[in-house]
């Protein structure tokens, strides 16, 4: 029998104790991604199977293994396992290409991917991103990796390492791809079995495969001949270039590593990592590049676009633990019908407080008072007769009686 007392493997419960930090990730990004110019926009959870298998790429492990999906009136739907295509999706529909170029989106939200649980991944897990569509120059690319960055930095996130490379567009890459594919022929039947999938759908990701024997392999020198040669094309170099001299400029530290081919088929020239040296062996914070391609692939006119998705539960497994907030104040009452008053007068003043709801003993009040938050706020009878208030800075010890009328200015919030 399931046991309905406990979450589903891979997926974990926000508590109470914990949201500070989320609330804290999820202000962070939209203050930092307004000031960059995107706009939130939040797709369905749940969308159709198609859409992932064309936007994702069916030669990736997202959508061969971990997607969940299900049927529905004789429709296949599936949980999103990333937000690409979804935003991609509604842009098309929504036709954005009409509003003035670029048109820069940022989301965040719960994603879906049948994987095996352990440190760093889950099955439910959360990610923040941006899309930013419309721009083919290098700039869209410095600029979505500086978001990147100083989003991270106002986390307090400065110890990471941008990882950098260029896949090249259709052209280049295919050549590139056809001289690995020769330099690997004599090994192919060495290869893991996904590997021998990739040489046939999608030689780049042969790079990308952590299985030791394949990459004994793809070290010998022939092969990492190939790997390190310079294959870009005229305009490809150029723009990488470029984007290279941005970042210097912006001064934003950066490695470049031909082994970065990130793990979906949709990218083109530009793609990124994040990395932390504190997260074990899932250290990407976040994963991003350039999409040329789908847009019109997934019937759109064909449009530029870069992205980048971060790991949330990631990023918060990176931070110092945030107290959670007590309260700004708890009256200390036995007149329930005043402490529900000035409560309610309180509130719409702004202040956080609470009151007894179950006629406990005034000592028990202070008591809970002195736990949750950082003034007692006490209606006794004298108070009561005189419309007072005697405010106890729980911190301090101090206690002062005061108007009620001029209780909030007393406080310090
Ligand atoms: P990884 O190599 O860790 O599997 P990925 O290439 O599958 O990453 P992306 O699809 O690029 O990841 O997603 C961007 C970010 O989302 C990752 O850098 C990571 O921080 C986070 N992420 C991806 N999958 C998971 C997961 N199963 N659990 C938690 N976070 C995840
Ligand atoms: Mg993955």
Redo the contacts with the bound molecule.
Sequence with gaps: MANILKVLKGTKDILPQEIDMWHFVEKTADEVFSKYGFKEIRTPIIEVTELFARGVGDTT??VNK?MYTFEKSDRSITLRPENTAGVVRSYIENGMSRLSSPVKLWYKGPMF?Y?RPQAG?QRQFHQVGVEMFGIKQPTADAEVILTAVNFLKALGLNDLEVELNSLGCPKCRDEFKNKLKAVLKPYLNDLCEDCQTRYEKNPLRLLDCKVEDCQKIYSKPEIQEVIMSDFLCDECREHYDELKLYLEKMGVKYSENKLLVR?LDYYNRTVFEIKSNNLGSQNAVAGGGRYDGLVGQLGGEPTPAIGFAMGMERLISLLPDRKSKNLDAYIVSNYTTDAFVFAQELREQGVNVEFDLANKKFTKQLEKASKVAKYALILGEDEISKHQVSIKNLEEGKQITVDRADCVKMLEL
């Design positions: 492990d997202i971990e991917r994987e991944r793990g």
